[in-house]
C-alpha cells in the first residue's frame, strides 16, 4: 500500500508563492506517477501537474510558467512550487499516485486560499 500526507497550503495574497510537499511511504517502488490535482467549490477536480517515474513532467495550460512539479527521491517527495498566484488557484490540492492495474491512492488534501 501507499500513503500520501500533503503540506503547504496556507492563505497568501494575489502574485504570492506557495509549494506544496506530498511525501510518499509504503510500497513506494509500485509507483508509476504523481500529480496534483485541485477542485474549486463547485467544480470538477482537475490535473495541475504529474511527474512520472521517470520523471517527465506534464503541467496544465492554466498554471503553466507559473507552476512547476519536481520530486526528491531521497525523500520520497512530490513538490508543487506555485508562483504568481491568483484568485482563481484556490482549491483543495490533492496529491495522487498513479499504482499498477488502475490502483489510484489520494492524499487528505490542503487548502489553498488566495486573496485578492
Known amino acids: 500500500q501507499v500513503q500520501l500526507v500533503e503540506s503547504g497550503g496556507g492563505l497568501v495574497q494575489s502574485g504570492g508563492s506557495l509549494r506544496l510537499s506530498c511525501a510518499a511511504s509504503g510500497s513506494i517502488f509500485s509507483i508509476n506517477a504523481m500529480g496534483w490535482y485541485r477542485q474549486a467549490p463547485g467544480k470538477q477536480r482537475e490535473l495541475v501537474a504529474a511527474?512520472?517515474?521517470?520523471?517527465?513532467?506534464n503541467v496544465a495550460d492554466s498554471v503553466k510558467g507559473r507552476f512547476t512539479i519536481s520530486r526528491d527521491n531521497a525523500k520520497n517527495t512530490v513538490y508543487l512550487q506555485m508562483n504568481s498566484l491568483k484568485p482563481e488557484d484556490t482549491a483543495v490540492y490533492l496529491c495522487n499516485a498513479d499504482l499498477p492495474f488502475g490502483i489510484e491512492v489520494w492524499g487528505q488534501g490542503t487548502l489553498v486560499t488566495i486573496s485578492s
Open positions: 511527474i512520472t517515474s521517470g520523471g517527465s513532467t
